[in-house]
């Protein structure tokens, strides 16, 4: 019996996450159960912590070290990365982001930023034992924060990821997981960086991360991201959406570290996935059969923009929250250090924009999209001209409308024009039905 049950108000009482109030749940016990398990995480890591299990924070590389950490008995993985929504589910009462101003990093970075106070004054997150980041093909907001957090006293072990590029005419090539291909001397290059982090995780928990319980590692993960697989098939290719956007996103999101607890992330993803099943049977949708069929990119600085979509008649149809690494499988027929490597390097935020638009076509045509929204991150260096790449790209192999969108960390203040463009956005794709 799960421990996660019990009503969200606490988290706003006890957490003063005033954002809950805002925003609008699926009512299933399942999806509870998703909310409680997010919402806990910190207390999950402070708990962990005291029960003398070794604390590691990933940074960057969204998928990855988690994996390799999780194959070590009593070491927990998180990615401080995460104070990203802190700013948005407090809105803005935990003042991270006027902290960060204080620190010399402005709103000219993304909500990353909030992470760096985050660090110093140990309210949120605790202070992990070991810190890995990967650095190279990263953007410079990351990179200048994860920079100044080493000058500031907190030790990092560094890992190169270099930028993902085709194999050169008659250069030896490697498949990657995602449709994608790498030479193999970037591969072996990952391959031996990995090697060291592994290293320092054997060295953090006192016993040597061998090929076979990284295998182990892999398979348990692969366990994950194959529920996540199924979950996203049924709910994106029905007829209407059995689960709102707003759980999806947060489903998803627990690709990448299982949020502190794999168990318990596993159970959580089978709970939705045997959900939706069950309301696909019956015909019963959470948004109406004539919403627009919209494929979202980026995930959200303020999660109640999710809502605002199928407020405004529109519903998510597939998504590529950052993060697409982490929803494909690694595989598990290659020695474990090699699949890793592969998988590191499928990372859409380590190659060219358009590998990440190819694959954003392919699914918006796999799942009928009818429009596309790039949601634009404020600050962020990754996307200042990505988005235009891959708005121009699905424009043109799809014919379909498609919007770039900047969301802040609380969007009330943005409401109408935020509002004014996606039902714009929505009634065009409806329009282009009756063509
Ligand atoms: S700039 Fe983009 S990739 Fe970098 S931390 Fe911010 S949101 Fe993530």
């Not at 093909?137 to 990821?161: K, M, P, T, Y």
């Not at 045997?274 to 949708?285: D, G, I, K, P």
Request: hydrophobic share 45%; net charge neutral; charged share 25%.
């Amino acid at each position: 019996m799960s421990s996660f049950g019990g009503p969200l108000r606490r988290h706003v009482v006890r957490e003063k996450d005033f954002r809950l109030q805002q925003l609008q749940f699926d009512n299933s016990p399942a999806a509870l159960r998703l909310w409680n398990f997010l919402l806990t995480e910190n207390q999950r890591l402070h708990q962990a912590r005291a029960n003398g299990d070794k604390i590691v924070g990933a940074m960057k590389d969204l998928g990855t070290v988690p994996v390799m950490a999780y194959a070590l008995p009593d070491v927990r993985a998180f990615y401080p990365d995460g104070a990203w929504w802190t700013p948005c589910l407090m809105e803005c009462g935990d003042k991270l982001l006027q902290q960060a101003d204080g620190m010399g990093i402005d709103a000219s970075f993304c909500p990353v930023r909030a992470m760096l106070p985050a660090f110093e004054n140990g309210r949120h997150f605790p202070r992990p034992d070991l810190l890995i980041c990967s650095v190279g093909a990263i953007c410079d907001d990351f990179s200048a924060i994860a920079q100044r957090l080493q000058h500031l006293g907190h030790s990092i072990v560094w890992w190169e990821i270099p930028r993902r590029r085709q194999p050169a005419l008659g250069e030896m090539g490697c498949a990657l997981p995602g449709n994608l291909a790498a030479p193999k001397i970037q591969v072996d290059c990952v391959r031996r960086e990995l090697w060291r982090v592994c290293q320092a995780l054997g060295q953090l928990a006192g016993k040597t991360l061998d090929d076979g319980s990284l295998a182990a590692g892999i398979r348990a993960a692969n366990q994950a991201r194959r529920l996540l697989d199924s979950l996203r098939r049924t709910v994106y290719s029905a007829p209407a959406a059995p689960l709102p956007a707003l759980e999806m996103l947060v489903a998803e999101m627990l690709a990448i570290h299982f949020c502190s607890d794999r168990g318990e992330a596993i159970a959580v993803l089978d709970d939705l996935l045997a959900e939706v099943q069950s309301r696909v049977r019956q015909n019963q949708f959470v948004v109406s059969a004539d919403a627009a069929r919209v494929f979202w990119v980026n995930p959200v600085a303020d999660l109640r923009a999710m809502n605002l979509l199928e407020e405004l008649g529109g519903r998510i149809c597939g998504a590529d929250f950052m993060f697409t690494h982490a929803l494909d499988l690694i595989p598990e027929d290659l020695p474990p250090l090699e699949a890793l490597a592969r998988a590191a390097l499928a990372d859409p935020m380590v190659g060219p924009a358009s590998d990440r638009a190819a694959r954003i076509v392919r699914e918006c045509r796999a799942n009928r999209a009818e429009a596309a929204v790039v949601s634009r991150i404020p600050g962020a260096s990754h996307c200042a001209r990505e988005g235009e790449v891959i708005l121009e790209i699905v424009r043109r192999e799809l014919g379909i409308p498609a919007i770039e969108l900047e969301i802040p960390p609380v969007c009330d203040a943005m409401r109408p024009t935020l509002g004014s463009r996606i039902q714009a956005l929505v009634e065009t794709a409806r329009a282009r039905r009756t063509r």
